[in-house]
């Protein structure tokens, strides 16, 4: 049996040893930052394809589900990472171009 002053050194160690690990709100925070980062990547490059979708009704249907599916992803960490105005009008942002690219893909995309 360990003698009561080396069990309390032993818990004030161990206490001290946990106050320097990072705490999971912290380690959240740095893994939303990165999760914004890549979700604004995933959003300028979506915008760039669909502005060099040419040819047909068929290659240009893959790029907008593409794009849904994208919108999709970076409305997911937004919601999940932002707060306040930058949430609210980022959100609105992917998600207005998924309702419109949504029903664009309904309506033009039958069939292909």
């Not at 002053?5 to 999971?24: D, E, G, Q, Y």
């Not at 979708?53 to 907008?64: I, K, L």
């Not at 999709?72 to 207005?96: F, I, M, P, W």
Request: aromatic share 2%; glycine share 4%.
């Amino acid at each position: 049996m360990i003698p009561v002053t080396m069990r309390t050194k032993a818990a004030a160690l161990a206490l001290l040893l946990l106050a320097l690990v990072p705490t999971t709100p912290a380690r959240a925070d740095v893994a939303c930052a990165r999760d914004v980062l890549v979700a604004s990547s995933m959003q300028r490059q979506a915008i760039d394809q669909l502005e060099q979708a040419e040819g047909d009704d068929t290659n240009r249907c893959r790029v907008w589900r593409r794009h849904v599916e994208t919108m999709r992803r970076v409305a997911s960490v937004y919601g999940r990472c932002l707060s306040g105005a930058e949430r609210t009008e980022k959100l609105n942002e992917v998600q207005t171009s998924e309702r419109d690219f949504s029903g664009l893909v309904r309506t033009r995309c039958r069939g292909l």
